[in-house]
């Protein structure tokens, strides 16, 4: 997709005023086609390419995908689902497995004046001519975690 605005995700007031830090987590991100940069943002559905990364416009950070694009290898070479493994297989994990990305978020959680947060990811993907929006970004799960102050 080209953006993304999640439902609200809660973030309650009391969490919000005493965390240590906040993580925006995506899991399962799909890197096998273009490369981007994602762009998120909080309670700004209508962000888009040149929205301001700034406080006022709601921008929490980035992440980037370093995307594979086109498979050149034989039949199943990039489905990480295909490949055979045994309980002696010490090979890594495929290159084309889903993966994780985090942001850090504290600052922009503190911002918050709500209780929800709606987040928009707006997808870059660099061109001759700058940045331009994809159908690049896929994932299977976006949550929000917050981490109390140890001590």
Same mark, same amino acid.
């Given at each position: 997709?080209?953006?993304?605005?999640?439902?609200?995700?809660?973030?309650?007031?009391?969490?919000?005023?005493?965390?240590?830090?906040?993580?925006?987590?995506?899991?399962?991100?799909?890197?096998?086609?273009?490369?981007?940069?994602?762009?998120?943002?909080?309670?700004?559905?209508?962000?888009?390419?040149?929205?301001?990364?700034?406080?006022?416009?709601?921008?929490?950070?980035?992440?980037?995908?370093?995307?594979?694009?086109?498979?050149?290898?034989?039949?199943?070479?990039?489905?990480?689902?295909?490949?055979?493994?045994?309980?002696?297989?010490?090979?890594?994990?495929?290159?084309?497995?889903?993966?994780?990305?985090?942001?850090?978020?504290?600052?922009?959680?503190?911002?918050?004046? !709500?209780?929800?947060?709606?987040?928009?990811?707006?997808?870059?993907?660099?061109? !001759?001519?700058?940045?331009?929006?994809?159908?690049?970004?896929?994932?299977?799960?976006?949550?929000?975690?917050?981490?109390?102050?140890?001590?």
């Amino acid at each position: 997709m080209e953006r993304y605005t999640s439902p609200p995700l809660t973030v309650p007031t009391a969490v919000r005023d005493s965390l240590y830090r906040a993580d925006l987590i995506f899991s399962g991100i799909d890197h096998s086609g273009a490369s981007y940069e994602a762009r998120v943002f909080f309670d700004n559905a209508d962000a888009g390419l040149d929205t301001p990364r700034d406080d006022a416009s709601g921008y929490a950070g980035s992440f980037t995908v370093f995307g594979h694009f086109n498979c050149v290898g034989d039949e199943g070479h990039c489905d990480p689902q295909w490949r055979y493994t045994d309980p002696f297989d010490i090979r890594g994990r495929h290159s084309l497995a889903p993966v994780t990305k985090v942001v850090i978020v504290t600052d922009a959680v503190r911002r918050l004046t !709500a209780g929800e947060v709606s987040v928009t990811v707006v997808v870059a993907v660099p061109g !001759a001519d700058g940045a331009q929006t994809a159908d690049a970004l896929f994932f299977d799960r976006l949550r929000i975690t917050t981490y109390d102050a140890i001590g």
